[in-house]
């Protein structure tokens, strides 16, 4: 399996825009697609956006379609979720998921392994 490991989350105001990084290390990083998912408090995980292996496809929520980009480096085993825009409502723990996959993956259960998280608060 690979591990990964997210950074990046902070407390930012309504409006800005946020980085968060996530680290791969251990299997072939390009064997996988990679995802970002995230939970709020009292809510169930859920999907924000998704790349494929090799970074030709993403997908996202409609939520934040638009306002956030995935991208992935596989050269140095990094996955990224740029957020701009932010709003109140994107408050919530983000994590770094691998799925062993070529497809595009939307929901968790395709995930082999997930980070620890990472914390982002979006204030009004």
């Known amino acids: 399996q690979v591990q990964l490991v997210e950074s990046g989350g902070r407390l930012v105001q309504a409006g800005g825009s946020l980085r968060l990084s996530c680290a791969a290390s251990?299997?072939?990083?390009?064997?996988?697609?990679m995802g970002w998912f995230r939970q709020a408090p009292g809510k169930d995980r859920e999907f924000v956006a998704t790349?494929?292996?090799?970074?030709?496809?993403?997908y996202y929520a409609d939520s934040v379609k638009g306002r956030f980009t995935i991208s992935r480096d596989n050269a140095n085993n990094m996955v990224y979720l740029q957020m701009n825009s932010l709003k109140p409502e994107d408050t919530a723990v983000y994590y770094c998921?691998?799925?062993?996959?070529?497809?595009?993956?939307?929901?968790?259960?395709?995930?082999?392994?997930w980070g620890q998280g990472t914390q982002v608060t979006v204030s009004s």
């Open positions: 251990g299997r072939t990083f390009s064997n996988y697609a």
């Open positions: 790349i494929t292996w090799g970074g030709g496809r993403t």
């Open positions: 998921g691998a799925a062993p996959t070529r497809a595009l993956p939307t929901t968790g259960r395709l995930f082999e392994t």
